[in-house]
């Protein structure tokens, strides 16, 4: 793996999944009319984030199985479920925003500390 293939793929990932995040955000607040044009961008930003981080695993890691791993993936899977339930069950709002807050954290410190 070249040095610049791999910039590329962290950039692209960190960029997706900041893209991921605001559509979540977005929905939380937004008005019901716009439920299929955040519905497929945030699918678009979640399928992006899936196929860089794969990519990135592979290429660094060898598709080697670690939990690390395995939480990251949860949390991109709650994250990216969470706009679709933003629209559907406003009332709760507030426990979408505290939840995607501690997934994205949980997986930034997933990706830095690798602790098992």
Same mark, same amino acid.
């Given at each position: 793996?070249?040095?610049?293939?791999?910039?590329?793929?962290? =950039?692209?990932?960190?960029?997706? %999944? !900041?893209?991921?995040? &605001?559509?979540? *955000?977005?929905?939380? @607040?937004?008005?019901?009319?716009?439920?299929?044009?955040? #519905?497929?961008?945030?699918? =678009?930003?979640? =399928? !992006? %984030? !899936? @196929?860089? &981080?794969?990519?990135? +695993?592979?290429?660094? *890691? &060898?598709?080697? %199985? /670690?939990? +690390?791993?395995?939480?990251?993936?949860?949390?991109?899977? &709650? =994250?990216?479920?969470?706009?679709?339930?933003?629209?559907?069950?406003?009332?709760? /709002?507030?426990? +979408?925003? /505290?939840? /995607? #807050?501690?997934?994205?954290?949980?997986?930034?410190?997933?990706?830095?500390?690798?602790?098992?």
């Amino acid at each position: 793996m070249s040095p610049a293939e791999f910039n590329f793929l962290h =950039i692209f990932h960190i960029s997706s %999944v !900041l893209l991921l995040i &605001g559509a979540t *955000f977005y929905a939380f @607040a937004a008005p019901p009319e716009t439920k299929t044009r955040m #519905a497929i961008f945030s699918g =678009i930003a979640a =399928i !992006l %984030v !899936l @196929a860089s &981080g794969f990519r990135m +695993w592979q290429l660094e *890691f &060898g598709m080697a %199985v /670690t939990g +690390w791993v395995a939480v990251k993936f949860v949390c991109w899977l &709650g =994250i990216a479920c969470f706009t679709s339930l933003a629209y559907r069950q406003r009332g709760k /709002t507030a426990l +979408w925003v /505290t939840l /995607t #807050a501690v997934l994205a954290i949980v997986a930034v410190m997933m990706a830095y500390l690798k602790p098992f």
